[in-house]
């Protein structure tokens, strides 16, 4: 089973602020990795999948980069709406596909 | 519109049984695994086991494996999710999603709004 490990646990930041989530893979996953948002009582929400291609209608200000084991979600300017928990997920390796234990964007 | 919708909330004893579901409308219902997903209260995603309801190919994360059974019902466009004996430690949000891309396990784009299972006695 491939561990996704995300840092920082916890991230405190300022709306308008650049922020960048890292996931790492305990083994290659390729580019077979998406970042989800979710917020408190809401399913998760697809962002980026391929690594590095935003889902549909999600805002140019989220992207995403990496292959092989390194990843990064990078938010350009947050807005207040991005404050939520993020999880990366690969699906090269199943079952089980695995996610990361998450990251929270909380208000400095 | 493409959409999965779950049944509601369950309220259930320590061994009882459950079967919950994932009914699937706005697309080909046969062409897209669909996976189950369970988080616990106030902790992150957990990939359980996915099943592709054209011909009923089902696999589990070893975590779940013997845990849960994972069924479909390709006449209703319907997916289960059952335990034949249900534990304190069952409590959780379940949701069920679909990948994006058709007959591949690929990143979930489609989520159900989630079924709460409480398990108390």
């Known amino acids: 089973e491939i561990v996704m490990t995300q840092s920082p646990a916890t991230l405190s930041v300022s709306p308008g602020e650049r922020v960048t989530l890292s996931c790492r893979a305990s083994?290659?996953?390729?580019?077979?990795l998406a970042w989800y948002q979710q917020k408190p009582g809401q399913a998760p929400r697809l962002l980026i999948y391929?690594?590095?291609t935003r889902g549909t209608g999600i805002s140019a200000r989220f992207s995403g980069s990496g292959s092989g084991t390194e990843f990064t979600l990078t938010i350009s300017s947050l807005q207040s709406e991005d404050f939520a928990v993020y999880y990366c997920?690969?699906?090269?390796?199943?079952?089980?596909?695995?996610f990361g234990q998450g990251t929270k964007v909380e208000i400095k | 519109e493409v959409q999965l919708v779950q049944s509601g909330a369950e309220v259930k004893k320590p061994g009882e049984s459950l079967k919950i579901s994932c009914k699937g409308s706005?697309?080909?219902?046969?062409?897209?695994?669909i996976g189950w997903v369970r988080q616990m209260p106030g902790k992150g995603l957990e990939w359980m086991g996915i099943?592709?309801?054209?011909?009923?190919?089902?696999r589990y994360s070893p975590s779940f494996q013997g845990q849960v059974t994972i069924s479909a019902d390709r006449s209703i466009n319907t997916a289960y999710l059952q335990w034949s004996s249900l534990k304190a430690s069952d409590t959780a949000m379940y949701y069920c999603?679909?990948?994006?891309?058709?007959?591949?396990?690929?990143?979930?784009?489609?989520w159900g709004q989630g079924t709460m299972v409480a398990v108390s006695s």
């Open positions: 999603a679909r990948p994006q891309v058709q007959q591949l396990v690929h990143a979930f784009d489609i």
């Open positions: 099943i592709y309801p054209g011909d009923s190919d089902t």
């Open positions: 706005g697309y080909s219902f046969t062409d897209y695994w």
């Open positions: 391929g690594a590095s």
């Open positions: 997920l690969q699906y090269n390796d199943w079952p089980p596909a695995t």
């Open positions: 083994q290659s996953v390729r580019s077979n």
